[in-house]
């Protein structure tokens, strides 16, 4: 049995037609999944409904086996990077950190290693509004692996970045889920990106969304963007199913 | 000469040399001078009476404003986050905004005696509707994506309420509290004078029925000097410490 098995049956907006229908998957522990499809394919919607924050949709989510939500739950530790940082602005970087760790033991100490690690040491007690938009999704990254998260939910984290700074943070993000191993669900409309961090990409149809193809990474070298061996990866998938990403080409959307 | 202190103590010290020199010129029992009012003042604090009808009038102040405050945020807070409530007690909220202080206070004098909780009550009635706008207008400003981080981190809803909740609603409460500090202590002296048998108000009612200026000016120059030091000890560095990261 796997680890985390999602079946949204269904899911809409109010007097809209569905977003979600039948989409389904499984996946386990130590998993670095993309997520990937055209833009309105309701992948923030997914990553909401998994994180928790939107509970009307009809369906099932198990962790272990468990219901993650509601009565007689199993939630497992969750780790959330929305598209902006949302960061408390009237904490210290530090205390936006202690914040999501509830108090446990050894807290600050655990707060301020992990933001030595993603290159803010200097900057712990700093506001966040002293911080550049990188700088404050390196705090968001901190604080997403402070709770030494068992599932890392990931929606478009790096976008409207600069190129430098986009993939100094995707090293941050890989060196930190390598070393702590959560099962990782990472949404993007970029399929370089998908390919070149990802094991596993899950491509979702347009609305209403279910699961197109399952596809596992293999043969990947590198973990460049912009280097040939994902150019090919990505070549090499578009010749196969070219219908796959109707509208979407390389990350730019036609 | 450029500190604001100098600047700030200019003004006044032009505003006492002038009525020093109109009160020399008009010569009138009705318009003491600064002198008189000080030599009235000292009496009035070497005898007690001063400091006694202050502290009394103090308690009310703080008793009111508290009471306002508490049950104004929790009103607010739940029309800011609530459409249906919001809709259904508008009407109400701008019926109590413009509702004559004078009017609760009398009412609630006639309806509950010539006691201290009517007065107490009467002071707070009319605070509240103020705090409620003022605090309803924050809840409805609060981040929401900012309770999904909250949320999605699981914090607890007490974690959530003084952690992520509160401090976005802080600005407001601070408003309210400042304009409820200025706003209450003038009504605290209408209630003392219309019901109480001590406090500032009765005094001040007292020295009036004895055209005793000079005693009213001393009392009222206290007042305001206590109230001047409450919103730059207490009300200006609260303000100061939830603002400091809006560097």
Same mark, same amino acid.
């Given at each position: 049995?796997?680890?985390?098995?999602?079946?949204?049956?269904?899911?809409?907006?109010?007097?809209?037609?569905?977003?979600?229908?039948?989409?389904?998957?499984?996946?386990?522990?130590? +998993?670095?999944?993309?997520?990937?499809?055209?833009?309105?394919?309701?992948?923030?919607?997914?990553?909401?409904? @998994?994180?928790?924050?939107?509970?009307? =949709?009809?369906?099932?989510?198990?962790?272990?086996?468990?219901?993650? =939500?509601?009565?007689?739950?199993?939630?497992?530790?969750?780790?959330?990077?929305?598209?902006?940082?949302?960061?408390?602005?009237?904490?210290?970087?530090?205390?936006?950190?202690?914040?999501?760790?509830?108090? &446990?033991?050894?807290?600050?100490?655990?707060?301020?290693?992990?933001?030595? +690690?993603?290159?803010?040491?200097?900057?712990?007690?700093?506001?966040?509004?002293?911080?550049?938009?990188?700088? &404050?999704?390196?705090?968001?990254?901190?604080?997403?692996?402070?709770?030494?998260?068992?599932?890392?939910?990931?929606?478009?984290?790096? %976008?409207?970045?600069?190129?430098?700074?986009?993939?100094?943070?995707?090293?941050?993000?890989?060196?930190?889920?390598?070393? =702590?191993?959560? @099962? %990782?669900?990472? %949404?993007?409309?970029?399929?370089?990106?998908?390919?070149?961090?990802?094991?596993?990409?899950?491509?979702?149809?347009?609305?209403?969304?279910?699961?197109?193809?399952?596809?596992?990474?293999?043969?990947?070298?590198?973990?460049?963007?912009?280097? &040939?061996?994902?150019?090919?990866?990505?070549?090499?998938?578009?010749?196969?199913?070219?219908?796959?990403?109707?509208?979407?080409?390389?990350? %730019?959307?036609? | 000469? $450029?500190?604001?202190?100098?600047?700030?103590?200019?003004?006044?010290?032009?505003?006492?040399?002038?009525?020093?020199?109109?009160?020399?010129?008009?010569?009138?029992?009705?318009?003491?001078?600064?002198?008189?009012?000080?030599?009235?003042?000292?009496?009035?604090?070497?005898?007690?009476?001063?400091?006694?009808?202050?502290?009394?009038?103090?308690?009310?102040?703080?008793?009111?404003?508290?009471?306002?405050?508490?049950?104004?945020?929790?009103?607010?807070?739940?029309?800011?986050?609530?459409?249906?409530?919001?809709?259904?007690?508008?009407?109400?909220?701008?019926?109590?905004?413009?509702?004559?202080?004078?009017?609760?206070?009398?009412?609630? *004098?006639?309806?509950?005696?010539?006691?201290?909780?009517?007065?107490?009550? /009467?002071?707070?009635?009319?605070?509240?509707?103020?705090?409620?706008?003022?605090?309803?207008?924050?809840?409805?400003?609060?981040?929401?994506?900012?309770?999904?981080?909250?949320?999605? *981190?699981?914090?607890?809803?007490?974690?959530?309420?003084?952690?992520?909740?509160?401090? !976005?609603? *802080?600005?407001?409460?601070?408003?309210?509290?400042?304009?409820?500090? /200025?706003?209450?202590?003038?009504?605290?002296?209408?209630?003392?004078?219309?019901?109480?048998? $001590?406090?500032?108000?009765?005094?001040?009612?007292?020295?009036? !029925?004895?055209?005793?200026?000079?005693?009213?000016?001393?009392?009222?120059?206290?007042?305001?000097?206590?109230?001047?030091?409450?919103?730059?000890?207490?009300?200006?560095?609260?303000?100061?410490?939830?603002?400091?990261?809006?560097?």
């Amino acid at each position: 049995m796997s680890r985390l098995q999602v079946l949204i049956e269904d899911k809409r907006f109010d007097a809209h037609g569905a977003v979600l229908s039948h989409l389904e998957f499984a996946a386990d522990d130590g +998993e670095f999944i993309a997520l990937v499809g055209p833009s309105g394919a309701g992948k923030s919607t997914l990553l909401h409904i @998994l994180a928790g924050l939107d509970s009307r =949709y009809q369906g099932s989510m198990l962790w272990d086996g468990r219901p993650m =939500y509601g009565k007689d739950s199993n939630p497992p530790r969750l780790g959330m990077l929305f598209q902006d940082p949302r960061l408390m602005p009237w904490m210290s970087v530090r205390d936006n950190i202690e914040l999501v760790m509830k108090g &446990q033991h050894g807290a600050a100490a655990l707060a301020d290693a992990l933001l030595q +690690e993603v290159g803010l040491g200097q900057w712990v007690d700093a506001w966040p509004g002293q911080l550049s938009g990188g700088m &404050q999704r390196r705090v968001a990254l901190a604080r997403a692996f402070a709770v030494k998260p068992q599932l890392m939910l990931m929606d478009e984290p790096f %976008v409207s970045l600069d190129l430098p700074t986009a993939n100094r943070l995707r090293e941050s993000l890989l060196a930190l889920w390598q070393r =702590y191993r959560p @099962l %990782v669900l990472f %949404v993007t409309h970029d399929l370089r990106e998908a390919l070149a961090m990802a094991d596993r990409v899950l491509f979702l149809s347009a609305m209403p969304s279910r699961i197109l193809l399952d596809y596992r990474v293999t043969e990947r070298h590198s973990r460049d963007l912009d280097s &040939q061996d994902i150019a090919g990866l990505q070549n090499r998938l578009l010749a196969e199913h070219p219908g796959l990403l109707s509208g979407l080409l390389g990350g %730019v959307e036609a | 000469m $450029n500190h604001p202190i100098w600047i700030r103590s200019l003004s006044l010290l032009a505003f006492f040399a002038a009525w020093q020199l109109v009160a020399l010129i008009i010569h009138s029992p009705l318009l003491p001078s600064p002198l008189d009012v000080a030599h009235a003042l000292r009496e009035h604090l070497a005898s007690g009476d001063l400091l006694y009808h202050l502290g009394v009038t103090m308690a009310r102040v703080v008793v009111s404003f508290s009471l306002a405050m508490l049950i104004g945020c929790v009103i607010g807070i739940l029309m800011g986050n609530s459409r249906r409530l919001d809709l259904s007690l508008d009407s109400l909220l701008v019926l109590g905004l413009n509702i004559p202080a004078l009017v609760t206070i009398i009412l609630c *004098y006639i309806w509950f005696g010539l006691t201290e909780a009517a007065a107490i009550l /009467a002071v707070a009635v009319n605070k509240i509707p103020t705090v409620v706008v003022t605090v309803r207008e924050g809840a409805k400003a609060v981040d929401r994506k900012l309770l999904a981080v909250a949320k999605a *981190y699981r914090l607890s809803p007490y974690q959530t309420l003084t952690r992520v909740y509160l401090p !976005q609603l *802080y600005p407001y409460l601070m408003a309210a509290a400042r304009s409820g500090i /200025a706003l209450i202590w003038k009504i605290v002296l209408v209630v003392e004078l219309l019901g109480r048998s $001590n406090g500032v108000g009765f005094q001040l009612h007292s020295f009036f !029925q004895f055209f005793d200026i000079s005693s009213i000016l001393a009392y009222t120059l206290m007042f305001a000097a206590v109230i001047l030091a409450i919103e730059a000890w207490i009300i200006r560095p609260l303000e100061r410490r939830a603002t400091g990261w809006r560097t």
